[in-house]
């Protein structure tokens, strides 16, 4: 049986993938950088800006994102290492993002498409 912290990651990963997964890039991004700047103030009440931009972006939709996110990694940010393994979960998900966007891309080329189309 897996401990209580191990599942709690795996959930977090999940949701990650998922948004990502739902997500525009420019949600993403603005979603993934709003994590790390809490995730780097160790998970306590943070306070942000957004340009007119991003509040265009920041739907209540991605609202809802960020927030089921914030409550999943809690308790990943609360252990010991938590801060730093985040940012790696978020380090990996983007990483998938880009690996997935060159793949499609090639499958684009190389099957004549147009991928500005």
């Known amino acids: ?13 999940r949701r990650l993938d998922r948004m990502r997964s739902e997500m ?7 979603s993934a950088g709003l ?14 800006r957004l340009e007119a931009e991003d509040r265009r972006v920041f739907t209540p939709a991605v609202q809802a994102a960020v ?3 914030w409550e999943l990694a809690r308790p990943v940010v609360k252990e010991s290492g938590g801060v ?11 990483g998938e ?5 060159a793949a499609l891309e090639g499958i684009a080329q190389v099957s004549g498409m147009d991928g500005d189309a």
Do not use: P, Y
Request: charged share 30%; proline share 0%.
């Open 84 to 94: 730093a393994e985040l940012l790696l979960l978020l380090d990996q998900v983007a």
């Open 1 to 13: 049986m897996a401990d209580g912290s191990t599942e709690a990651r795996k959930e977090l990963t």
């Open 35 to 48: 994590l790390r700047m809490w995730a780097v103030h160790g998970g306590g009440r943070i306070q942000f």
């Open 24 to 30: 525009t890039a420019t949600e993403w991004d603005l």
């Open 67 to 69: 927030l089921e996110a």
């Open 97 to 101: 993002a880009e690996r997935d966007a």
